[in-house]
């Protein structure tokens, strides 16, 4: 069963940093392309992040709210993924989501794109305030 | 702000039957890309519904099904049930937009009367 359970969350003043962790089990981590997603107070939900396997690479690519001051990175010897979140802002305060993201194919093999979130953890609360 | 347009809410009573829509435009749903739609209720993890436009991940019932047309998709839901109220978002990408675009909709909350 795969698992996904986020850590790390917590009170932070605007301009600090915090850094969150995904513990990943139930699945072959090291292949696995990974996400990070989260959902503002009475918002929907917004991705922030991605990080391809590294067989693919280990590219990353972000968000434009966030780019430049979160980084995503994986430790494939843990089974960890994780998010480091530097210059927070009022308004990065949210629940964040760990995802997988695997491909899907059509009936003629053709992967389907985007690729869809398939499995989310519970999430880990963010607040930024002063 | 998303680009894909969902509406904020639909409702319908027990049995009906409710379509939840998502429009986009010649950048996204309309250049071809994929729509996955996903169920969330508050407090716990979302959860995959939809992918690939119409395909239903294994344990997602018959009731739940999606389209695609044009700019637009669709998820529609049959026979609705009590623990079918929830937020429902699509997600999809969007090529006008520099940089890797992954999105999705607002969100639409269903209430079951």
Known sequence: EVQLVES??????????LGLSCAASGFTFTNAR???????????LEWVGRIESKTDGGTTD??????????????????TLYLQMNSLKTEDTAVYYCTTVNDYYDRNGNYYYPQPFDYWGQGTLVTVSP | QSVLTQPPSVSGAPGQN?????TGSSSDIG????????????????K???????DRPSGVPDRFSGSKSGTSASL????LQVEDEADYYCQSYDN????????FGGGTKLTVL
């Open chain 2, 31 to 46: 250049a071809g890309y994929d729509v996955h739609w996903y169920q969330h209720l508050p407090g716990t993890a979302p």
């Open chain 2, 18 to 22: 409710v379509t939840i829509s998502c």
């Open chain 1, 62 to 79: 972000y968000a434009a709210p966030v780019k430049g001051r979160f980084t995503i990175s994986r430790d494939d010897s843990q089974n």
């Open chain 1, 8 to 17: 790390g969350g917590g009170l932070v003043k605007p301009g600090g940093s």
């Open chain 2, 76 to 79: 529609a839901i049959t026979g």
């Open chain 2, 48 to 54: 995959l519904l939809i992918f690939g436009n119409t």
């Open chain 2, 96 to 103: 006008s937009l520099s940089g890797f675009n992954w999105m």
């Open chain 1, 34 to 44: 990974m996400s990070w997603v989260r959902q503002a107070p009475g918002k929907g």
